[in-house]
C-alpha cells in the first residue's frame, strides 16, 4: 500500500475526528447524519485519513488494568549536535513509549512504563545516561494516577475545529 502525501485537513475533516474521538465505533451512517452529508463521504473522509496517517483507529488500554506499571517521565539533557540521533535510539527502545523534543529545562523527554524501580534505574542510568551526547537524566515516577484522559494524544493542526 502506497501512503499519500499528507494533505491539508479541511474543518469536515477535523469535525470527523472530533466525533471519532469520542467513538471510535459510530457508524458511518451516524456520523453522515450528525454531521449533514451522505454516509459515502465519510466513508471516503476517513479512508483517506487513515491512509495519509492522519488518523489510526486503535484500541487504548484503560490505566486500571496495567496493574503495578508506573508511568516515568524521563527528562534527558543533550548535547544538541546529537538530539537527532538520540531520539532516534530512544524510540528504538521498546520499553520508551514516547518521545519530545522540548524546549524548557529538558531537551528531550522521554515516557514509558515500568513495573520497578531496578527496571527504570536500569534504562534511565545504564542505557540512557550511556548514549552518546546524553549530560544528563532524570527521572520523575508516577505515585497514583488521579485523572487519564486517553484523548490526549489526539492531534490535529487546529484543535479549536474539534470543540
Same mark, same amino acid.
Request: hydrophobic share 40%; charged share 25%.
Given at each position: 500500500?502506497?501512503?499519500?502525501?499528507?494533505?491539508?485537513?479541511?474543518?469536515?475533516?477535523?469535525? +470527523?475526528?472530533? /466525533?471519532?474521538?469520542?467513538?471510535? =465505533?459510530?457508524?458511518?451512517?451516524? &456520523?453522515? #447524519?450528525?454531521?449533514?452529508?451522505? %454516509?459515502?463521504?465519510?466513508?471516503?473522509?476517513?479512508?483517506?485519513?487513515?491512509?495519509?496517517?492522519?488518523?489510526?483507529?486503535?484500541?487504548?488500554?484503560?490505566?486500571?488494568?496495567?496493574?503495578?506499571?508506573?508511568?516515568?517521565?524521563?527528562?534527558?539533557?543533550?548535547?544538541?549536535?546529537?538530539?537527532?540521533?538520540?531520539?532516534?535510539?530512544?524510540?528504538?527502545?521498546?520499553? +520508551?513509549?514516547? /518521545?519530545?523534543?522540548?524546549?524548557? =529545562?529538558?531537551?528531550?523527554?522521554? &515516557?514509558? #512504563?515500568?513495573?520497578?524501580?531496578? %527496571?527504570?534505574?536500569?534504562?534511565?542510568?545504564?542505557?540512557?545516561?550511556?548514549?552518546?551526547?546524553?549530560?544528563?537524566?532524570?527521572?520523575?515516577?508516577?505515585?497514583?494516577?488521579?485523572?487519564?484522559?486517553?484523548?490526549?494524544?489526539?492531534?490535529?493542526?487546529?484543535?479549536?475545529?474539534?470543540?
Amino acid at each position: 500500500m502506497t501512503v499519500k502525501a499528507p494533505r491539508k485537513l479541511d474543518p469536515l475533516d477535523h469535525k +470527523i475526528i472530533n /466525533v471519532l474521538s469520542k467513538d471510535a =465505533r459510530v457508524s458511518n451512517r451516524r &456520523i453522515a #447524519l450528525q454531521l449533514g452529508v451522505t %454516509e459515502g463521504t465519510i466513508r471516503g473522509r476517513i479512508k483517506r485519513l487513515e491512509e495519509n496517517n492522519s488518523i489510526r483507529m486503535t484500541a487504548v488500554t484503560s490505566t486500571h488494568l496495567a496493574h503495578s506499571l508506573r508511568p516515568v517521565l524521563i527528562g534527558i539533557e543533550a548535547n544538541h549536535a546529537e538530539i537527532k540521533g538520540l531520539c532516534q535510539k530512544l524510540a528504538a527502545m521498546p520499553e +520508551i513509549r514516547c /518521545v519530545i523534543r522540548m524546549l524548557g =529545562r529538558y531537551d528531550l523527554l522521554a &515516557i514509558g #512504563l515500568f513495573e520497578s524501580l531496578e %527496571e527504570i534505574a536500569q534504562i534511565a542510568n545504564n542505557r540512557i545516561l550511556a548514549l552518546p551526547g546524553v549530560r544528563h537524566v532524570e527521572t520523575s515516577i508516577a505515585v497514583k494516577t488521579l485523572k487519564y484522559d486517553h484523548r490526549v494524544a489526539k492531534i490535529t493542526s487546529n484543535w479549536r475545529h474539534s470543540k
